[in-house]
């Protein structure tokens, strides 16, 4: 599809990224400059906001038998368009079913042949046996909203520099749930779905609660949905107690950046907060700490800083300073992520080092790699401080120098300069399987079309050592793109259960675009691949089908252990039968939807 | 004059300085893009160098009843021209005089109808009474060489956009004394000047001393000019003891810049030591030292870093070091220079200030003016810390806090926040004379064309103040740009013992240009306005001539001392009638030479 009436808006958000570099003050002045604001709103709305343009039009066709306003339960994992009916057959009464303390989700949808001048809706509470509820206000929900997003490439990966509205579509999808909207209004031949979750309270008796969604246009109620959620004998404990190692790279220079607050200061760390202790609920383990100046050359649209103030001294010694690292995780322990703090890079994507140089009073660059004398005696001054700072607050023992795929021969020369630096300093790499320094590697993460040896995994667990698998932007699936099906985030989780790994890594839990509210497109990966939440604390579907993937691996793993508690091994053998039918091949022909769904059957009747 | 020939190479010199702003580096890279290297040597040239061309021919008619190649004694107060004819009469014999102590000064000229393909010269050792010798190598000589220079505005002054050819005429004039040059080769019609000079021993008996120039073309003799120097029995003391308070601001960057080496390393400390040891032989008392960033807001090529290292730290305090300072400091005492250290600037000219930020890493600025909090804030922290590091140095009594001219309101404020840090601080000023704060000043230097109130100069000096008058830009007269006549220089020693003041100031002894040995023009200030000496440690006519007049306001206070202590009023009275005469506004008609030929001569009959 290349409509050609979204091109004047493709061309016009095309310019600011394409001119910016790495300024986002200046490009946000380009983008005024050289499109106006493109929705003639603010930049970088929090609260309110107005999306791009839908350029799909709706058919008549399609609509010629829809009457009036519908309303339905959807399912959680598609992207209802804008444009298109949602559905042909309505459903009013949805059962689902979760542990206790487990996140349960639905999606509500409305369509309308005539439009509807200011939709709405309400929750009522969740009434279950002997008198206990779950009530209302328990429940997150917002109206789903649209992105601009593009697509894969024609290899099938998502590398490749983009926005370019000759190689990639542009296409407007649901992603984002936002709970600040109270009101929509609907054209004629629109669709809108709501969003509602819930985690199920650990402390209620099981049993059913009954509840409804209802919807109105003004005053007029336009319907009610039924809801059944029947909480299970079973509890899921805290994401703090999760197994599941969860590590999505944080970016705190783009929330100051897009609340246009000073970075580090109060008003940062308040921006970011609810954005943190989303994650943490997520069962995110890792703070992720920068400890130079750009680890990945300015590939996000705000760059990272060092955390740590290099400070190189007139008579040529270094003088390092903790004041911001310390406030960082300092933050992020009181958001509840504390379980690990990875510290990048040693060996960063441009090997340029930069300080604050006293001599000349002015930011200074050394360029020097692994291997050389000048690297050695840098990076030994610096790691050699960093542990004894590290000893003192007690974090050593959860603090892993932190590298990114790189050469064997580099990364071997890395690992010696950190072990004559401090022998006991924990490794991590994100990369690919390397048997020849995989025992040097406290948290190894491969790409997810690899596989960890079985006695290897089983010795590193034995060892206390973190394995887990990641996606980027060359997995066209599964992945968690804004395009791509929302059932391949939840199959993540089942996958990495059925790979017995530890968890699962993304580069980009917030590093947004310049306005990623409104467009999900980045420089040079598929759109949404820098980010899962939006602004303002917004969550995203596919961040919720995440969500759900990990609370399903959680499970399935607490199930193990009650069967080889209780000796029931055939239940094992079943469960593990099921989960080795999760192969990435399989995504290639039958959608993710099918084996989360199946999965899911399978759980039930356990 | 307006020679349409020069216009090409101003052209070509003109770009570099309108394009470079203030960023050396490029600026270097411009010179090269448009014009290549003018003279197609290298940049920065330190010991061998090629002037610009000569553009002005020389005219035959002038030359006609020259023959074959001449020598002469001339004067020191004469630049004499590359093309024309110097003189009409020869004289082989000099007579000079000076006290033992004090440097005196030639110089010769040859000038050649055919041609020199080798000159060269040679000074004898210079014999005297009872078998004492002054040996050759006491003297400092050099062939004198052109740089290209401008003119005064048609107001008369030297302030102004430059270089620019419409407004201004280009000139090449004999500054520079050049003691690499051991050989020359002078085209037909050429004239070449030789300077020489000489610190009489203070020791030697006095009475005259004999010796001769002798001047060759290759392994021919041209002829020798003899020299008689009388030394007399007064003894000038060592330049440290000089009463006269000469600061001329110094400028390291523009050190580094030039010979390309690491501010403030070793090989930069030793660039600097001949040129500082010179600046202490002409007895300078002031280390010139910046304490935040472009003082002057980079009015120089090179502008002024801070030699205080500002952190502003994650908590918003301060933090300061002075590391640089103290290597600066130290550097300059152990030249020579160790009486005043004046720190600029508390109002700088852009009331911007600049720092290391640890939050963000980066270098940032504040924008706040005397009278703000942020301001009084910011340099009440300072100036406390900096005090205290002084006092620890046992350098607090001979630091001041300097100040150029600013609005009286500013000043008042500015003095408030450094009383308020430390009552105890010296404040220095050059500016406007101003009775309301004179008081508060220990150094106040003010313009050659104000005068202090005599009971005030009588008063400061009985407080151990310092008083003193400056030249900048605006004085067309007495001046020491590179096209200034030269007897202004000795002059402006002379007007400062007229005036019963302390001293002189100049605000730039090396703040060169781009090319300083090629062009003396620079910006917005008449040629040579920013720097007295050359690079390579070469000193300048200009600079000669104000060294002998500091000389003669050192001999005219010891005589009148003397005749004080003898009582001998009659000699005083008849030296200070002569002294009245120097008047600034007789420069009009008369030249300086005329008054300060009149002065020797008188003094001489002492």
Redesign the interface.
């Known amino acids: 599809m290349k409509p050609s009436s979204i091109l004047s808006v493709a061309t016009c958000l095309l310019l600011p990224f394409q001119i910016m570099g790495q300024e986002p003050d200046n490009s946000h002045e380009q983008w005024k400059t050289q499109c106006g604001t493109p929705t003639g709103q603010e930049r970088f709305p929090i609260e309110s906001y107005e999306e791009l343009p839908q350029f799909v039009k709706p058919d008549e066709n399609d609509w010629k038998h829809v009457k009036g306003t519908c309303l339905s339960w959807g399912q959680t994992d598609v992207r209802y368009a804008k444009t298109a009916v949602p559905m042909s057959r309505t459903s009013r009464l949805q059962g689902i079913s979760g542990w206790r303390g487990e996140k349960v989700a639905a999606q509500a949808v409305v369509w309308t042949k005539t439009g509807a001048g200011a939709l709405r809706y309400e929750i009522s509470d969740f009434k279950g046996p002997h008198g206990q509820v779950i009530p209302a206000d328990r429940f997150e929900t917002g109206f789903v909203r649209y992105v601009m997003t593009d697509g894969l490439n024609s290899d099938g990966g998502g590398c490749g520099h983009r926005p370019d509205h000759t190689v990639y579509d542009s296409t407007m999808v649901a992603d984002c749930i936002d709970p600040y909207l109270k009101e929509v209004s609907l054209d004629e031949m629109n669709t809108q779905a709501i969003w509602l979750s819930c985690r199920i309270p650990e402390d209620i008796t099981p049993g059913t609660y009954k509840g409804r969604l209802t919807v109105m246009d003004g005053e007029r109620t336009i319907g009610s949905l039924q809801m059944n959620i029947r909480a299970d004998e079973h509890v899921l404990p805290a994401p703090s107690q999760w197994h599941f190692h969860l590590d999505l790279w944080q970016n705190p220079f783009a929330v100051a950046r897009y609340y246009q607050v000073?970075?580090?200061?109060r008003e940062h760390l308040e921006a970011m907060r609810p954005l943190m202790e989303r994650l943490a609920a997520a069962g995110q383990k890792v703070i992720t700490a920068s400890i130079m100046?750009k680890p990945w050359n300015g590939q996000t649209h705000d760059w990272f800083?060092?955390m740590v103030?290099w400070?190189k001294?007139?008579?040529g010694s270094w003088e390092f300073?903790y004041?911001?690292f310390d406030?960082w995780v300092e933050f992020m322990m009181s958001c509840g992520i504390d379980k690990e703090i990875n510290c990048y890079s040693m060996v960063p994507w441009a090997l340029t080092f930069?300080y604050?140089d006293?001599?000349?009073?002015?930011?200074q660059s050394i360029e020097t790699a692994p291997g050389e004398p000048e690297y050695e005696e840098m990076w030994t001054n610096m790691l050699k401080s960093f542990a004894s700072h590290l000893k003192g607050k007690g974090w050593f023992d959860i603090c892993t120098i932190a590298m990114d795929e790189r050469p064997m021969e580099v990364m071997r020369k890395t690992i010696a300069v950190i072990r004559k630096a401090d022998p006991d300093f924990k490794i991590s790499l994100a990369g690919t399987y390397h048997p020849e320094i995989e025992d040097q590697l406290y948290d190894y993460c491969i790409t997810i079309n690899e596989n960890f040896p079985e006695e290897v995994l089983e010795r590193r667990r034995q060892e206390g050592k973190i394995s887990t698998l990641y996606t980027c932007c060359s997995e066209g699936y599964p992945n968690t793109f804004t395009f791509s099906p929302l059932a391949e985030a939840t199959w993540i989780g089942l996958y990495m259960a059925a790979k017995n790994v530890d968890g699962y890594l993304r580069w980009a839990y917030n590093s947004w675009p310049l306005e990623p509210l409104l467009d999900s497109r980045f420089r040079t990966w598929a759109g949404g691949d820098t980010y899962l939440v939006y602004p303002g604390n917004r969550t995203s579907m596919r961040f919720e089908k995440l969500i759900e993937g990990i609370q399903t691996y959680e499970k399935i793993r607490i199930l193990l252990n009650e069967y080889r508690e209780n000796g029931d091994t055939e239940k094992s053998r079943k469960l593990e039968e099921m989960l080795s039918s999760f192969r990435i091949q399989d995504l290639q022909n039958a959608p993710a939807s099918a084996a989360v769904g199946r999965a899911n059957a399978f759980l039930k009747t356990l």
């Open positions: 000073p970075v580090w200061s100046h800083e060092s103030t400070i001294k007139l008579d300073k004041d911001v406030r930069r604050y006293q001599a000349t009073d002015s930011m």
